[in-house]
């Protein structure tokens, strides 16, 4: 960092309901799919009709679409003539605007929930000293304006776009060539050097999360840096030292200053917050450091909530959508568990009932929350989301009432535990399907996932010799406990279904899916015949004692293993999560008491230094090698339960029971009594930790899943 040694970092989260933090909110939003803009950019035919062949997209395809572009980094346009000369640069996110001048930005959100602002913002009149929000061109869609200034700043200061992004931005609008701008440049950050003197500012983010950091230089007194608020009806501190900018409908929430210093391997956190200088105008306040070493901002938690009542309930599966909302399963003995009104099923049918809770994006609220079940025990241990906010949740139940629906696969039930899966409606009032999975014997489902297509891919155990199968793999089951792999379509038919295990004991504990249709399994086997391909360790290190972990990658429909390996050493090791990215690298998780489990150079961690270790691994496409292989963990026990993977760094939860589990600026930094769950982040090479902290009380805590956004809030 060659500009200085202090940065004073935070967010502000823009969209209706669409990041985690949820900072803003608005009255009325839906999760319609937004509004075209009606300036057409980078759009070279006249206006017509609709495409017939883009109206023909299933709404799945249609919200898969909508979630990639989502997932795209925030761009940043160089101003060459599409909006107000003042402009320097714009961005657009869903559902606001951005336009950043010399000296301020300038917001502009629409007046429906999800609809893009237009770019012919009108700066003339007041300026950033004024009090009045800016006029807009005719036809631009935005109604509300909020403005952000630097106070004192530096007039001159040189404003540039960081690291061009691919492709240009293309304006046609109207007929006359002259009004139009072509071939502008598109920017992931914009610099503001020497904002004020020995300070640059930073912006950033990505379409849902727009971030920027003040860079300060040594012996530059942070205090210098002032904010001018305008446009706003109320400017307020909360209780956890968040600003909030509320306007009408609207609420926008900047996250209280979050700030650590790198000492000796350590993270010291230093403290800061914002300060109220009136009505309209914000300062900072941060205490003590050393100004020779940097001072960064990083994770903040943004909620976090029981979800249960006085009787015994546990979360077991975790997942989210591109809105930020959080869907959570798992099971619960008490007939109060809290529900919503229209949800599938608000009574307790008997025994532990599976539940199934949609949070909304800021934790604050129920969208929906239903019982699952008959009148024994059933239980919920994964779930999964589809671009169209269809929830797809599977586990176990003993009941030979489960609510299964119209010409599903099993509509009975074989008497000895049989798996499940049900997909809900995206309004989390009936169910798509819903079916029985299994034999005769014991059947357990713990893991699943969805492609693009809808296809539900399921794992977990049988001890049946009659679990249904299809274009099997393994057709028949080779010992007492087998892991099975399903696919089921959109309407909850079997595409295929297999056996995969050995003489011994086999499970598979959780499973996720490439773009292809490409089925990746993680679980254990005590079997030294376990079915192996392409193996990067080809027999089982400890099965004449324990278990080894095992991955495999199952090709498209079913029709092959791609690979399938041991992982483990010379104690019991076991693969309790796993994640795909977009180039089809697997990331594992789970535990392990070996001494010698595979690891490679450069990690974070190469031995083991407790009892049990939580383990890392990340296996390239193909299976032809481990990329990176590391122990996570301390003293005493510490179990990796649940994986997710984002711009290739390994978000990690779990269990442990370590008091010096490694932190990096944690939320919790020690631990509060018993087993606390943990989270990490590592990167890319896994040789360093982004972020770690405990999560917990005085009593038994654990995580058993994770779920990650494209934001990265965990």
């Known amino acids: 960092m060659s500009r200085g040694s202090c940065f004073a970092s935070w967010a502000l989260y823009l969209g209706l309901g669409l990041a ?90 629409t007046d429906r929930p999800g609809e893009q602002c237009g770019t012919g913002l009108n700066l003339q009149g007041p300026q950033a000293s004024g009090h009045a929000p800016p006029s807009l061109a005719v036809g631009d869609a935005c109604r509300e304006v909020l403005r952000i200034g630097l106070v004192g700043a530096n007039p001159t200061a040189t404003v540039s776009g960081v690291g061009q992004l691919p492709g ?120 003590s450091y050393d100004s020779s070493r940097p001072l960064i901002i990083d994770p903040v938690l943004s909620y976090s909530t029981y979800l249960g009542t006085a009787n015994f309930d546990q979360g077991n599966g975790i997942a989210v959508d591109f809105n930020g909302h959080a869907y959570v399963t798992g099971f619960t003995s008490s007939s109060s568990f809290p529900t919503t009104s229209g949800s599938l099923d608000t009574t307790n049918n008997g025994g532990h009932d599976a539940f199934v809770t949609k949070l909304n994006p800021r934790g604050s609220a129920l969208v929906y929350s239903a019982y699952l079940g008959g009148s024994a025990t059933d239980q919920g241990t994964a779930i999964t989301v589809d671009p169209s906010g269809s929830a797809y949740i599977t586990g176990q139940t003993f009941s030979s009432n489960f609510p299964t629906t119209a010409g599903a696969l099993k509509s009975t039930y074989s008497g000895n535990g049989d798996a499940f899966v049900s997909k809900l409606s995206a309004g989390g009032s009936s169910l798509v399907y819903s079916t029985y999975l299994g034999g005769s014997g014991l059947d357990e489902a713990l893991g699943i996932a969805v492609d693009s297509g809808d296809d539900a891919y399921i794992t977990g155990q049988t001890f049946s010799t009659n679990f249904p199968t299809m274009s099997a793999l393994q057709p028949s089951n080779a010992g007492n406990q087998d892991a099975f792999v399903t696919e089921l379509n959109a309407g909850g038919s079997l595409i295929y279904s297999t056996y995969l295990g050995g003489s011994g004991y086999d499970q598979g504990n959780a499973i996720a899916v490439d773009s292809s249709g490409n089925a990746y399994v993680a679980g254990y086997t005590s079997s030294t015949n376990f079915p192996t391909a392409n193996a990067i360790q080809g027999a089982c290190a400890s099965c004449s004692n324990v278990n080894d972990a095992f991955v495999a990658e199952i090709s498209t429909n079913g029709t092959g293993l791609v690979y399938s390996t041991y992982l483990g050493g010379n104690g019991d090791d076991q693969g309790m999560g796993i994640a795909v990215d977009a180039q089809g690298n697997a990331f594992v998780t789970g535990f392990t008491f070996s001494t010698n489990f595979p690891t490679t150079a450069g990690v974070l961690q190469p031995s083991l230094l407790g009892t049990a270790s939580a383990f890392v691994t990340q296996i390239s496409t193909n299976g032809t090698l481990l990329n990176y292989s590391t122990y996570l963990g301390a003293s005493r026990f510490n179990y990796g339960q649940g994986i997710a993977v984002l711009n290739g760094n390994a978000y990690v939860a779990g269990v442990t029971s370590s008091s010096s589990f490694p932190m990096v600026s944690p939320i919790q930094a020690t631990k509060s009594g018993g087993p606390d769950a943990f989270v990490a982040e590592l990167n890319a090479t896994a040789s360093a930790l982004i972020f770690s902290t405990f999560l917990g009380g005085s009593s038994f805590d654990q995580a058993s899943a994770i779920a990650v956004d494209t934001s990265g809030n965990m």
């Open 20 to 109: 985690s933090a949820l900072a803003m909110k608005s009255a009325g939003a839906s999760d319609r799919v937004p509004r075209p803009s009606p300036v057409r950019t980078g759009v070279t035919a006249k206006a017509g009709p609709a495409n017939p062949r883009v109206a023909r997209l299933r709404p799945s395809a249609r919200a898969q679409l909508i979630k990639a572009y989502a997932e795209l980094p925030l761009r940043f346009e160089l101003n060459r003539g599409q909006t107000d000369k003042q402009v320097k640069f714009l961005s657009h996110g869903r559902g606001y605007a951005l336009f950043l001048t010399g000296t301020e930005s300038v917001i502009s959100f």
């Open 168 to 287: 240009t931005a293309n304006y046609f609008i109207g007929e006359d060539p002259r009004q139009w701008h072509t071939g502008i440049p598109i920017y992931a950050k914009v610099r503001y050097q020497d904002a004020y003197p020995g300070v640059d500012l930073v912006y950033y983010g990505n379409p849902r999360m727009l971030e920027y950091d003040f860079v300060v230089a040594p012996g530059v007194d942070p205090r210098v840096i002032r904010l001018s608020v305008q446009g706003q009806d109320e400017l307020k501190l909360d209780a956890q030292g968040d600003l909030l900018l509320i306007k009408a409908s609207r609420e926008l929430r900047f996250h209280k200053p979050h700030l650590y210093q790198e000492l000796h391997g350590a993270r010291p956190t230093v403290s800061g917050r914002y300060v109220l200088e009136g009505s309209h105008q914000v300062s900072f306040q941060v205490a």
